[in-house]
């Protein structure tokens, strides 16, 4: 799902048109903190450090099918590399299904094992729980001779922290933002020369109202000395409707 970039983020910030100013204001539904309409498009860059060194990459999102009734709205969004997620939006919330994998046909039949990311009418306090992957727990170094990466979905909590929060990425400054924070810890089978090691994770994720998720900051760590701590910033760069 990530395109290795080559060029530094300093270039690819000089050739892309940004947002200078935008607001996170809270609207009457949930629902524009994930807009589904077909054609949006969102650029993100991401640095991601880990045990080796600190990589550069870049992650794109296409919204190409959508679907809507007069309870639910689901859509087909594609990556870069052309992997499918499904996202529905109902009276409860939005959901997501990112298992999916060729789904580009209607996707009113291919909800399933759907998981939320955010609920209805959003307030400061609201919880509930869903599930994460790993972002950035790998390593190259001894013992390993190849790379050697932590892929784990783990159980999380997450919780409305704010309705008001301010944050700043390559697409402008944003304020009134709706922050979610996320914690995770499970313990997770690494074979027979790690055996059972605790990942935890915790996450932060910043919307915008009618652009969708503008920040994402996730920080892991392990209990096994041969990983060390990963940290995965992606950052919205650009936005179209």
């Known amino acids: 799902m990530l395109i290795y970039m080559k060029k530094s983020l300093h270039a690819i910030y000089a050739v892309l048109v940004v947002l200078s100013m935008a607001s996170c204001k809270i609207p009457d539904q949930n629902n524009s903190f994930q807009p589904m309409e077909e054609g949006r498009f969102w650029l993100y860059t991401i640095e991601k450090n880990t045990t080796d060194a600190n990589e550069y990459l870049r992650h794109g999102l296409r919204v190409t099918n959508t679907v809507s009734n007069a309870d639910t709205t689901t859509a087909l969004l594609e990556d870069l590399t052309g992997k499918v997620s499904v996202y529905k939006k109902d009276n409860a919330g939005v959901f ?3 298992n999916t994998t060729n789904a580009k046909t209607d996707p009113a039949g291919r909800i399933s094992d759907m998981h939320m990311i955010l609920p209805a009418q959003p307030k400061v306090g609201d919880t509930w729980h869903s599930y994460s992957p ?6 190259s170094s001894a013992p390993w001779e190849k790379l050697f990466t932590i ?11 704010s309705v008001s929060a301010s944050t700043t990425t390559p697409a402008g400054s944003f304020i009134n933002c709706l922050l979610v924070t996320s914690i995770g810890k499970e313990a997770v089978y690494l074979g027979d020369y ?24 996730v920080r892991e760590k392990t209990s096994s000395s041969a990983i060390k701590e990963g940290l995965f910033i992606m950052e919205l760069v650009t936005h179209t409707r």
């Not at 790993?134 to 390593?139: D, F, G, R, V």
């Not at 892929?151 to 409305?160: D, Y």
């Open 96 to 98: 997501l299904n990112s």
């Open 134 to 139: 790993t972002y950035a727990l790998e390593s």
């Open 151 to 161: 892929e784990a979905n783990l159980n999380v909590k997450n919780q409305i922290a």
């Open 194 to 217: 790690l055996g059972e090691t605790i990942v935890e994770q915790q996450r932060q994720a910043w919307y915008a109202e009618d652009i969708g998720l503008i920040r994402l900051e």
